[in-house]
Nanobody
């Protein structure tokens, strides 16, 4: 099993920045890649960004390209999402997720999920 816990959410004004962290523990050696997703009230859970533990290219949703950066750290125990130039439409609960097989933009292809952290961007 893998446990994931997000932190760093909060309230920020439009144009501001936040850095989300995801602490991973347990059998992280069995996971291949990490992703961030978000879900606004009444909407589906959407892909935000993903990266392999081994490094290489990161993948981003078009809506966040150039503003958000995903990174890993401390071996296979931390994943970060640096969010700059935040917009009100970025308001959502942000989830960290781990997949065992391949990098994906599809939520159902992720095996482990954190409880989420709320990000609210005021206009």
């Amino acid at each position: 099993q893998v446990q994931l816990v997000e932190s760093g959410g909060g309230l920020v004004q439009a144009g501001g920045s936040l850095r989300l962290s995801c602490a991973a523990s347990g059998r992280t050696y069995n996971t291949y890649a990490m992703g961030w997703f978000r879900q606004a009230p009444g909407k589906e859970r959407d892909f935000v960004a993903a990266v392999k533990w081994s490094g290489g290219s990161a993948y981003y949703a078009d809506s966040v390209k150039g503003r958000f950066t995903i990174s890993t750290g401390n071996g296979r125990s931390m994943v970060y999402l640096q969010m700059n130039s935040l917009k009100p439409e970025d308001t959502a609960v942000y989830f960290c997720a781990a997949t065992r097989i391949f990098v994906s933009k599809v939520p159902s292809e992720y095996d482990y999920w954190g409880p989420g952290t709320q990000v609210t961007v005021s206009s």
